[in-house]
């Protein structure tokens, strides 16, 4: 019974490892690009029975609050996640 109780366990935590080099790229990548700017998204349709809906949704981080450059947010992100430097540059725009 020990056995089947403890074999979940090691599935989670092993799910807690380090990120890939390659996955750690995308993460940090999308955290250093919401480190540029506010981030949103407007959204307008009409339903049916013609009742317009609309959305708007605004993201700011706060990396971005605080003024930290997107390079070193990245740097520091894959550096946390990994353990060691990028495997590639961060590319913005």
Known sequence: ??????LPALMILAACGP???ERAAEVCEDK???????TGEIGIGIG???KVDSRL?????????????????????VR??????????????
């Open 1 to 6: 019974m020990r056995v089947v109780l403890l």
């Open 19 to 21: 990120l890939s080099p």
């Open 32 to 38: 250093a690009r919401a480190a540029t700017g506010p």
């Open 48 to 50: 049916t029975g013609g």
């Open 57 to 77: 949704e605004i993201g700011v981080t706060s990396d971005y609050l605080r003024g930290l450059d997107p390079y070193q947010v990245y740097e520091d992100c």
């Open 80 to 93: 946390r996640e990994t353990g060691q430097g990028p495997i590639r540059p961060l590319v913005l725009g």
